[in-house]
């Protein structure tokens, strides 16, 4: 019975949420940036110099009359300064532009949604199928069993990674991290060079008896050793 290998849905849901999440970053960032903190060093402008106008005078007044247009500006300011009712604008930190514009903007718009869009468009155009004879077919490329020369599974039960080697230089990487049944094709290819170490399913061989001693750890509630597996 072959074996076909397709994007795991929890990894396309994955990249999706965070695209999405990273297009709203970046266009909050963007609107912070260009918008929201360009408007809130004038109103704090305006506030400095209305204040500075109202002080002036206050302190004036304490040692001398003011003139008819000193009372009218002093009042003015006084209006304008009790129109603030969230409070007298704060000065824009330093590290607020820098923070929205390389972190949101960039960070997130610019780099982030096109990174995860990109890694979504290629795990979509993925797909492995292992025939019944053993052949492998990986999109374009499809080796027959003569022509695998090998299997890596250095990295298989620390990060759920295979590669594949042809007799002609072909290098086939099966994640089974992102890839769903990925483990099959990587454990029938690698029982075939090395029955004596891996089981069909991706799982290290063991002897019977080790077998057994498990089987009595696992009923008190110890677990085997086997690569990780998502749905």
């Not at 297009?23 to 260009?34: K, N, P, Q, S, T």
């Not at 009712?85 to 820098?98: F, L, N, Q, S, T």
């Not at 992102?178 to 075939?192: P, S, V, W």
Request: glycine share 8%.
């Amino acid at each position: 019975m072959s074996v076909i290998s397709t994007a795991r849905k929890s990894r396309v849901i994955w990249l999706v949420a965070y695209g999405i999440l990273s297009i709203v970053l970046g266009v909050w960032g963007a609107y912070d940036y260009w918008v929201r903190i360009p408007k809130h060093e004038l109103d704090y402008a305006a506030f400095s110099k209305t204040k500075e106008v109202f002080d002036r005078l206050e302190k004036q007044s304490a040692t001398k009359s003011l003139s008819a247009s000193e009372i009218t500006e002093y009042e003015a300011a006084k209006t304008e300064i009790a129109s603030y009712k969230d409070g007298a604008p704060e000065p824009v930190p330093a590290y607020d532009r820098p923070l929205q514009l390389w972190v949101y903007v960039i960070g997130c718009g610019v780099l982030g949604a096109p990174w995860c869009f990109w890694g979504l468009i290629k795990l979509r155009r993925q797909r492995f199928e292992l025939e019944n004879d053993g052949t492998l077919i990986a999109n374009e490329i499809r080796l027959s069993p003569n022509q695998i020369k090998s299997i890596d599974m250095s990295k298989w039960m620390t990060k759920s990674v295979a590669t594949v080697h042809g007799t002609d230089g072909e290098q086939i990487k099966l994640d089974d991290y992102m890839m769903k049944n990925a483990h099959l094709i990587i454990g029938r290819i690698a029982h075939r060079f090395d029955p004596g170490a891996w089981n069909e399913d991706g799982t290290k061989w063991k002897p019977a008896e080790e077998l057994t001693g498990e089987e009595t750890g696992n009923n008190s509630g110890e677990t085997a050793n086997s690569a990780p597996r998502e749905t």
